[in-house]
């Protein structure tokens, strides 16, 4: 079975450009999270989906956004980057009736230039 | 102030010895998880407990829901345990993670 897939794996920005990060979970989990994690600190919440819709946000700003799409896979838009956005994203899944239970991805790095 | 504290930030220990690492919280919290990040980032989860204590190999997690206090323990170190060891906890629709305890584990 499939773990939870994130893609890519690096991705190389310029400040004002977008970034889209990719996430799909488990086969049958419809929650998806996303996390940063910044150089130096610790992972931060920054949004979660489930069935389709946002269920909550952490304290970033609305150029962070995204979407989950039918099949439960996910997007995670960061617009106009800034180089503080430099950070390994993580994405996790669980199951609907489970909401504790996490699995996460390898990340994606991403670097603005 | 964080919702999620750790210590030690950074432990060595010698091949072989007992370690412990401790995560405190101040949230109301359903579960509480211990993660594992190696190099490159790479999250597995060990553990998520809401109570009690957990064994998995040389690995133990134990919870005081009232102290709201956490542990993980590795029995018979090794180097392959070098790892960074992430506390989280869930509070509401909310997780809260600590800094992480970066663990080498010399031969």
């Known amino acids: 079975e499939a ?89 996790a899944g669980g199951p609907r009736l489970a909401k504790n239970i996490q699995y996460f991805g390898a990340g994606t790095r991403l670097s603005v230039l | 102030k964080n919702e999620v504290e750790q210590s030690p930030q950074n432990l060595t220990a010698q091949e072989g010895e007992f370690i412990t690492i401790n995560c405190s919280y101040s949230v109301g919290i359903s579960a509480l998880h211990w993660l594992q990040q190696h190099p490159g980032g790479g999250i597995v989860s060990l553990f998520m407990l809401s ?40 509070g509401g629709n909310q997780f809260y993670f600590g800094t992480g305890t970066s663990l080498t584990v010399i031969p």
């Open chain 2, 51 to 90: 109570s009690g204590k957990k064994k998995h190999g040389r690995l133990i997690a134990t919870i005081n829901i009232q102290e709201k206090h956490s542990s993980l323990h590795i029995t018979a170190s090794h180097p392959r345990d070098s790892a960074v060891y992430i506390c989280a906890v869930r």
């Open chain 1, 3 to 91: 773990g939870v897939t994130q893609s890519p794996t690096h991705l190389i920005k310029t400040r004002g450009q977008q970034a889209t990060l990719r996430c799909s979970p488990i086969s049958g989990h419809t929650s998806v999270y996303w996390y940063q994690q910044a150089l130096g600190l610790g992972l931060q919440f920054l949004l979660w989906y489930d069935e389709g819709e946002e269920r909550n946000r952490g304290n970033f700003p609305p150029r962070f956004s995204g979407r989950q799409f039918p099949n439960y896979s996910s997007e995670l838009n960061v617009n106009a980057l800034e180089l503080e956005d430099s950070a390994l994203y993580l994405c």
